[in-house]
């Protein structure tokens, strides 16, 4: 069985995030992507373009001194423009660490990300950790 267009390009996407391949992560974009982070901290929010999205990426790297890493559980598709991925990520910032599941839903068009909702399964934990 073959992996839908869709799917690849989402792991081509995880790909090159953690390589920190930006510009690679960014060409798998539309210029005005939008990114909604949930929660009350500082990256909480919706991050509207290319730019902005790839710098809250760039951000996350900062902010845990390069510590930060996703693993891939499984992505699926709608074969409609939609495609969701599941993952764990993990962290350390300052003496507090995290290790967290996580999804994203994204909306695809025209074999690019145009929107991206991510969701986590303690918003509390990951306000305590990006405060």
């Avoid at 509207?48 to 992505?75: C, I, M, N, P, S």
């Avoid at 969701?84 to 995290?98: P, S, Y």
């Amino acid at each position: 069985m073959s992996e839908h267009p869709d799917c690849a390009l989402i792991r081509r996407g995880y790909e090159a995030f953690g390589k920190g391949d930006m510009e690679a992560l960014g060409a798998l974009m539309t210029a005005d992507v939008i990114h909604h982070v949930p929660g009350n901290n500082p990256l909480s929010g919706h991050h509207k373009g290319r730019e902005a999205v790839l710098d809250l990426y760039r951000r996350l790297g900062e902010e845990t001194q390069g510590t930060f890493q996703v693993h891939v559980h499984a992505v699926m598709a709608d074969g409609r423009g939609h495609a969701m991925a599941f993952h764990t990520a993990r962290g350390d910032r300052g003496d507090r660490g995290i290790e967290i599941r996580e999804g994203l839903f994204f909306t695809i068009v025209g074999g690019k990300i145009t929107d991206i909702d991510e969701c986590t399964e303690d918003i509390d934990e990951n306000d305590a950790f990006w405060s």
